[in-house]
T-cell receptor
């Protein structure tokens, strides 16, 4: 079984300040973890992924996330928020093994950037 | 950059009618998926498809739903007799080597409204 909990449904930060979006996961197998972003009226875009290589993962647009097995967490961070970062962010888990092609999504975190 | 495209972007249909949602996955991809997101709820897995057959499906994907790859480029989701509760955003996704090896790329979604 696999599941994801996004601890905040809505986060607001001022432009230029750090962003932290929290995610905890549960998986019966060694998980792959992803962050996807959805801008209004757009599809789901992959920000970054963890697939059992380096625990600190860098993604697009200055985002990064750290896989912490002891805390079962995969929090998304960015040092300095930009207005264009305003969007919905989804933490996603899969348990990669033959025959399992299912992604499990968190409930999403809406990020608002205050000018 | 290659992308997954979905048509139409918005479809309105009467309850009880059949609807077909269309997707063109990325051309060299072999794994195909449908997800849906009911307004205000999380993105849910519906079905995965590989080698011309369903590889996994969720409990949501009942006999009212079917998928097909009618030619070398399209991947369709059919809902035989739509219900009000089928109203949702439907996302198509594809992957070249499956989730064991790589990520899924999502389309921009089709918003289905059943009236």
């Amino acid at each position: 079984a696999q599941s994801v909990t996004q601890l905040d449904s809505h986060v607001s930060v001022s432009e230029g300040t750090p962003v932290l979006l929290r995610c905890n996961y549960s998986s019966s197998y060694s998980p792959s973890l992803f962050w996807y972003v959805q801008h209004p009226n757009k599809g789901l875009q992959l920000l970054l992924k963890y697939t059992s290589a380096a625990t600190l993962v860098k993604g697009i647009n200055g985002f990064e996330a750290e896989f912490k097995k002891s805390e079962t967490s995969f929090h998304l961070t960015k040092p300095s928020a930009h207005m264009s970062d305003a969007a919905e962010y989804f933490c996603v888990v899969s348990s990669p093994r033959f025959g399992n092609e299912k992604l499990t999504f968190g409930t999403g975190t809406r990020l608002t950037i205050i000018p | 950059e290659p992308e997954v495209t979905q048509t139409p972007s918005h479809q309105v249909t009467q309850m009880g009618q059949e609807v077909i949602l269309r997707c063109v996955p990325i051309s060299n991809h072999l794994y195909f998926y449908w997800y849906r997101q009911i307004l205000g709820q999380k993105v849910e897995f519906l079905v995965s498809f590989y080698n011309n057959e369903i590889s996994e499906k969720s409990e949501i994907f009942d006999d009212q739903f079917s998928v097909e790859r009618p030619d070398g480029s399209n991947f369709t989701l059919k809902i035989r007799s739509t219900k009000l509760e089928d109203s949702a955003m439907y996302f198509c996704a594809s992957s070249d080597r499956g989730l064991m090896n790589t990520e899924a790329f999502f389309g921009q979604g089709t918003r289905l409204t059943v009236v």
